[in-house]
Structures are given as structure tokens and as C-alpha cells.
T-cell receptor, first 108, second 116 residues
């Protein structure tokens, strides 16, 4: 069975500091991974997906199959990055398995 | 497209009452998902439908919860009778692997349910 683990429930950094939100997965097939973001009291929205290999709002994430990880990184955090971040794994039937989420707080 | 639409946005009800949450997926999407979000448990998948057919309802907490999708543009999640522990934000999401080739899900704004 697939599983997504986000080991940190809360990550607090100062503005301008680098940030890394960790995500590890277990899945027997070929994974398709996503990062979703939820700003305060808003809907979840897709931040990025590994197949696009894109950078959104300065965030990047690289799929490391050897370490089964998909960590989200940004070199310089901004206050507006404060939000809840969910890592998700796609499996058969369009299902997404979400991690427990990490709340990022960027302090001024 | 207006995106996934959910109603009501907020619902406050008394324990024992019936609650019905509604969702309109994005037109053309063939998969629909109901999630529950709480501080303690994060985001939990309750049930999902493919082409209006329930595929996996293993996340539905108990018999008090039921979900239907009578047609491709409408779904309901019903709780009867409601209990205080059902208080949460309920999200609906839809997706279509046919159109995007990927499994991205589009979320609605959620319904914040409070059961007193």
C-alpha cells in the first residue's frame, strides 16, 4: 500500500532563510508526486508536480527514487509563503494519498 | 469554469441533526473525491467516485456517513445523525486523467461544519 510521510508538523523559519519541507513516500509502482499548498482558510491548490520539473513561486522539488523522497525547497523564504503544505502521491484510479501536512511559518 | 463549487460554505447544527453537504465538480471531470480536514488528523479521503460510481468508501468513518453522485455534475455527503466529533472542514475535489493526463485534483473551497 502507498504511504506519504511528512515528518514535520510545523516548520518555523525567518524571512530570507532557506526552507526545506520533507516528504518521503512508499509505493511499489512508478510514482507521480505533487505538492499542494493551503493558505489560511483557503482551498488547497496545486503548487507543483514532479513530472513538470518546474519552479513555482521559487519552490522546487526533486524526485529522488533512491531515497523515495520528494522534498520541497526554497532558497529564501518569504512571509507570504506561510501556509500548510501537503505532499501527495498519485496511485491507480486517480486517487491521491496525502501526507499529514507541514505548517510553514515564516517569521519577519 | 468556476471551479469546484461547494455549498454551504459554513454549517452550524445541533447534535443529532441531519447535515447535507453539496458539491458540483468541474464540468468534464469524471472523478470526484470527498475529504475531511481536522487539526488532529489532517486531510482524510472519505470516498471517491469514478464516472458517478463509488469506487472506494473505506474512509467513511461509520454508517452515519453516506455519499451519493446521482449524475456527473452533482454529489452529496450526508451525515445522519451528526455528532460534535464530526466538526471539520469537508472538501470536495474533482479530476480528469483523460483531459490532463495527470492525476491533479482541483479542490472546492470547503464546507466548515460545526456540530454543537
Amino acid at each position: 500500500a502507498q504511504r506519504v510521510t511528512q515528518p514535520e508538523k510545523l516548520l518555523s523559519v525567518f524571512k530570507g532563510a532557506p526552507v526545506e519541507l520533507k516528504c518521503n513516500y512508499s509505493y511499489s509502482g512508478s510514482p507521480e508526486l505533487f505538492w499542494y499548498v493551503q493558505y489560511s482558510r483557503q482551498r488547497l491548490q496545486l503548487l507543483l508536480r514532479h513530472i513538470s520539473r518546474e519552479s513555482i513561486k521559487g519552490f522546487t522539488a526533486d524526485l529522488n527514487k533512491g531515497e523515495t523522497s520528494f522534498h520541497l525547497k526554497k532558497p529564501f523564504a518569504q512571509e507570504e509563503d506561510s501556509a500548510m503544505y501537503y505532499c501527495a502521491l498519485s496511485s491507480a484510479g486517480n486517487m491521491l494519498t496525502f501526507g499529514g501536512g507541514t505548517r510553514l511559518m515564516v517569521k519577519p | 469554469d468556476a471551479g469546484v463549487i461547494q455549498s454551504p460554505r459554513h454549517e452550524v447544527t445541533e447534535m443529532g441533526q441531519e447535515v447535507t453537504l453539496r458539491c458540483k465538480p468541474i464540468s468534464g471531470h469524471n472523478s470526484l473525491f470527498w475529504y475531511r480536514q481536522t487539526m488532529m488528523r489532517g486531510l482524510e479521503l472519505l470516498i471517491y467516485f469514478n464516472n458517478n460510481v463509488p469506487i472506494d468508501d473505506s474512509g467513511m468513518p461509520e454508517d452515519r456517513f453516506s455519499a451519493k453522485m446521482p449524475n456527473a455534475s452533482f454529489s452529496t455527503l450526508k451525515i445522519q445523525p451528526s455528532e460534535p466529533r464530526d466538526s471539520a472542514v469537508y472538501f470536495c475535489a474533482s479530476s480528469s486523467a483523460r483531459t490532463s493526463g495527470s492525476h491533479e485534483q482541483y479542490f472546492g473551497p470547503g464546507t466548515r461544519l460545526t456540530v454543537t
